[in-house]
Structures are given as structure tokens and as C-alpha cells.
């Protein structure tokens, strides 16, 4: 069975240091990754995608996610926090059929 | 930019009382998903919906529950007879093509109803 795991509830990081969310993947064959972005009382707005290719996926808002398939991972990272990327981060893998499996979320918090 | 709208944003409903909530997925999408997310915790999967038919469901989309594309632009859940716990976001998605190339594949959400059963 596919699946994703978010290992932290929560990320809390100074405004302007690099920032990682941490997300771990088990497929069978090859993964299709996403990772999406909740604002508070707001729907899942699409951030990056790893199809194939580059290591390194580029998105919106200056995120980046790295894919590494010797460790299953496909972390989402940025460069520098702004407070207003606080919001929930949920890391997902497409399963054979099509829908979208998502991971149980990480709360960013990025204070001033 | 295209998006995906759903209506009501909120409904409060009695235990009991039927509920359908509607979606207007992007327009030249063919794939349809509802999915729905408790307390602002993890997103479930609930339906998945292709050339008017249900591709696939998940064991929370029981009997209860139901979807109908009844026209070429609406895509709607009903919730038959709801119950305490189906107090959720619901949220609808589309999507153009089931895989990689010139379609990638994501899902695009729309900002959910909130159904609330007293």
C-alpha cells in the first residue's frame, strides 16, 4: 500500500532561516509526490510536484522539495521563513488509481 | 486562473436531515474527488469520480453517501442521513489527467463547505 508519513506535528523557525518540513514516502514502483499548503480556514493549494527528473523540484512561494529515493524522502524546504508561510503542510504520494493519499499534516510556525 | 468552487461554504444541519453539497469543478477536467478533512487534521479520502461513474471509494463512503454529475458542470455529495459524525470540511477536487505528461496530474481543491450536524 502506498503512503506518506510527516514525522512532526509541528516546525517552528525564525523568520528569514531555511526551513524543512520532513516527509517520508512507501510505494510500490515509482513514487508521484506533492506536497500542499493550508491556510486556516482556506482549501489545499498545490505548492510543487516530483513526476521525474530533477532531484530538486522548484514551486510556488520559493519552496523547493528535494526527492531522494535512497531514503524515500521528499522534504520541503525554503531558504529563507517569511511569517506568512505559517500554515499546514501536508506531503502526498498518487496512488495507482489516481486519487491523492495525504500525510497527517505539519503545522510551519515562523515567527517574527 | 481556473478554480474549483464549492457551495454552501457552511451548512448546520439536524442529525438525520439530508445534505448535498455542490462542486463546480474547472471546466476541462475529467476527474472529479471528494475528500474531507475533520477538525483541520489529516485529509481523508472519499470518492473518486470518471466518465459519470465512481472510480473508486473509500470504506468512509458507505451507503450513506453518494455522488452525481448531474449536468456538465456539477459535481455533487449527498449525504443521506447524516449523523453527528459527519460534522467535517468537505472538500471537491479536479483534475485533467490521471498521470504525467503534458498534464501532471495534480488535483486543484476548492475552498470546502463546512457541514456542521447538531
Known amino acids: 500500500a502506498q503512503s506518506v508519513a510527516q514525522p512532526e506535528d509541528q516546525v517552528n523557525v525564525a523568520e528569514g532561516n531555511p526551513l524543512t518540513v520532513k516527509c517520508t514516502y512507501s510505494?510500490?514502483?515509482?513514487?508521484?509526490l506533492f506536497w500542499y499548503v493550508q491556510y486556516p480556514n482556506r482549501g489545499l493549494q498545490f505548492l510543487l510536484k516530483?513526476?521525474?527528473?530533477?532531484?530538486l523540484v522548484k514551486g510556488s512561494y520559493g519552496f523547493e522539495a528535494e526527492f531522494n529515493k535512497s531514503q524515500t524522502s521528499f522534504h520541503l524546504k525554503k531558504p529563507s521563513a517569511l511569517v506568512s508561510d505559517s500554515a499546514l503542510y501536508f506531503c502526498?504520494?498518487?496512488?495507482?488509481?489516481?486519487?491523492?493519499?495525504f500525510g497527517q499534516g505539519t503545522t510551519l510556525q515562523v515567527k517574527p | 486562473e481556473p478554480e474549483v468552487t464549492q457551495t454552501p461554504s457552511h451548512q448546520v444541519t439536524q442529525m438525520g436531515q439530508e445534505v448535498i453539497l455542490r462542486c463546480v469543478p474547472i471546466?476541462?477536467?475529467?476527474?472529479f474527488y471528494w475528500y474531507r478533512q475533520i477538525l483541520g487534521q489529516k485529509v481523508e479520502f472519499l470518492v473518486s469520480f470518471y466518465n459519470n461513474e465512481i472510480s473508486e471509494k473509500s470504506e468512509i463512503f458507505d451507503d450513506q453517501f453518494s455522488v452525481e454529475r448531474p449536468d456538465g458542470s456539477n459535481f455533487t455529495l449527498k449525504i443521506r442521513s447524516t449523523k453527528l459524525e459527519d460534522s467535517a470540511m468537505y472538500f471537491c477536487a479536479s483534475s485533467e489527467a490521471l498521470w504525467e505528461g503534458a498534464n501532471t496530474g495534480e488535483l486543484f481543491f476548492g475552498e470546502g463547505s463546512r457541514l456542521t450536524v447538531l
Open positions: 516530483y513526476i521525474t527528473g530533477d532531484n
Open positions: 502526498a504520494v498518487k496512488s495507482n488509481t489516481g486519487k491523492l493519499i
Open positions: 510505494v510500490s514502483g515509482n513514487p508521484y
Open positions: 471546466s476541462n477536467h475529467l476527474y
